[in-house]
């Protein structure tokens, strides 16, 4: 999962592009990046790290000009710890290029392999959004007649990407000398919307993953860029936009309701701090259906993202709602920490138990979804440390059974502890008095609910179904085998064995 921006205005938009990276912060730690565009000069910085910490005074002096576009990264393909993975991407030709992408591509492999081989084209690192940058400049030079590019080129570019480029993506880039382009996948599964705002009589444009970074930057929530969808902004100040894909659909990623996105944002009409309160309504009457009996005293959120959920869930059913943990607020998400034995060390740091809120109680825990079930089995423990009765544990989301293959980093499946276990023996393995999971179905009418026109969704981790119809078991099985470092040589190291080969007998 990433963060992304894109921003046309009428001044420097350096501190604009940082502001926003802050509150997209949640959706990656492991790399920032700003690109501005002064003239016809990219001005480019990024580095692994946390957005306060790749970016000095001195930098952003550097960063000029009245455009630009900005990523957090999380990494789900190439390397978590390189800093050339680290976003925006760069490419001169045609015109000069810049690239941010949230989500991830499914056939990697084979555009590699073409852009090598057909396109001749280099890719440099192991990033999927570096081949996703190079198909789009392949496509505009295509198009292109000689130094003229228009709106209507970069839409058939935009096209011929679509028809070429399997998975999902929400891209922002920035086009030399023409202007700001923003697309999404076919499928509408990773966000992106656009919002205006009014300067010296004259609009500007803001592009960002989620609603939250139009709002506290000052911009006016527009609309959702639709799947399949490509806006163009101009340097003046024009927009345009064209639906670029054949019969797109609207399948946004479930689990960013669940888990990632802000409360406080909306994105494709749906509030995700509203779904979060459904959750907890339809996991309560869950609860009474399968439990009327039962002895909880207090009901207890993990924070922070099911605080609404646990609050919900504790007024259906009439029990006190309290805040049972302290978050450590400088110690990063656990869930998307390289490593697992990095992942469980950071739980202690990161929550603090208030004993009071556990002695002798029956105590409900209530989480937004349980995925590895590390975090889980620490926080039992915690509770029952603190003197918890009984602990109690409820999921607002369903069982993670699936690898997730569109920019969620939970690949294997031998670490999701749902695959192959009944929630019998889950409950046993993050030693809970009892577990309670939400239905899928009620997950799907939660989300429904905010927004009744969405009529399907990207529930692969739960459900196994994967919408762009190309995941098959030997792909998830290459995935797994890549995570675990016993895959073979990518085509791409196979392609530059061969050249190398070629280019040694060339000269004997």
């Not at 029990?319 to 697992?340: A, D, L, S």
């Not at 939660?446 to 919408?467: L, M, Q, T």
């Not at 085998?481 to 190398?500: C, P, V």
Request: aromatic fraction near 8%; charged fraction near 25%.
């Amino acid at each position: 999962m990433c963060g992304i921006l894109g921003v046309v205005a009428q001044t420097p938009v350096n501190q604009l592009l940082y502001d926003g990276l802050q509150v997209l912060q949640h959706r990656g730690q492991d790399a920032a990046g700003i690109a501005t565009l002064e003239g016809r000069t990219f001005c480019l910085h990024k580095g692994n790290g946390l957005v306060r910490d790749v970016f000095r005074t001195r930098n952003m002096r550097a960063l000029k000009g009245n455009a630009g576009i900005a990523h957090v990264r999380y990494p789900t393909a190439g390397n978590a710890v390189d800093h050339n993975e680290a976003q925006p991407f760069y490419v001169n030709s045609p015109f000069g290029i810049v690239l941010g992408h949230n989500g991830n591509l499914t056939n990697t492999e084979e555009l590699r392999r073409a852009m090598y081989k057909q396109d001749l084209r280099h890719i440099n690192t192991g990033s999927d959004s570096e081949v996703l940058l190079n198909v789009l400049a392949h496509e505009i030079q295509a198009q292109a007649t000689g130094f003229c590019l228009d709106p209507q080129k970069i839409f058939a570019a935009v096209a011929g990407v679509q028809r070429r480029v399997k998975g999902a993506y929400a891209v922002v880039a920035m086009i030399a000398g023409y202007g700001l382009l923003a697309f999404r996948d076919p499928h509408g599964i990773r966000p992106l919307v656009v919002g205006t705002h009014e300067m010296n009589g004259k609009a500007e444009y803001l592009v960002a993953s989620e609603s939250v970074a139009l709002d506290t930057l000052g911009f006016k929530f527009e609309r959702d860029i639709a799947p399949g969808e490509a806006v163009f902004i101009d340097f003046d100040g024009n927009i345009h936009s064209q639906q670029c894909a054949e019969g797109a659909t609207l399948n946004p990623c479930i689990f960013e309701y669940v888990y990632f996105a802000r409360p406080d944002s909306v994105m494709d009409g749906i509030s995700v701090y509203a779904t979060r309160l459904y959750m907890g309504e339809y996991l309560a009457e869950k609860l009474k259906r399968e439990w009327g009996e039962h002895d909880i005293d207090v009901v207890i959120p993990i924070p922070d993202s099911s605080r609404p959920s646990a609050l919900q869930l504790a007024n259906h059913l009439g029990i006190p709602f309290r805040e049972g943990f302290v978050k450590n607020r400088y110690i990063g998400r656990t869930f998307i920490m390289p490593g697992q034995a990095m992942r469980k060390k950071s739980v202690r740091q990161k929550l603090n138990a208030i004993a009071v809120e556990f002695k002798d109680k029956n105590v409900l825990l209530v989480d937004d979804s349980i995925v590895r079930g590390t975090t889980s089995r620490e926080i039992v423990q915690m509770a029952r440390d603190a003197g918890a009765r009984k602990v109690y544990f409820a999921s607002a989301a369903p069982p993670v059974c699936f690898p997730n293959v569109y920019g969620i980093d939970m690949p294997t499946r031998q670490e999701l502890i749902a695959t192959n276990r009944t929630d019998e023996q889950i409950c046993h393995e993050i030693s809970a008095d009892r577990l309670i999971y939400q239905d899928l179905d009620d997950l799907k009418a939660a989300v429904k609910k905010a927004n009744p026109h969405i009529e399907s969704f990207d529930a692969s981790c739960f459900d196994g179904v994967y919408i762009t119809g190309d995941i098959t078991p030997d792909y998830l099985d290459a995935v797994e085998a890549a995570r675990s470092g016993k895959t073979k040589l990518s085509t791409l190291e196979e392609d530059q064995m061969e050249l190398d080969l070629a280019m040694s007998a060339s000269s004997m």
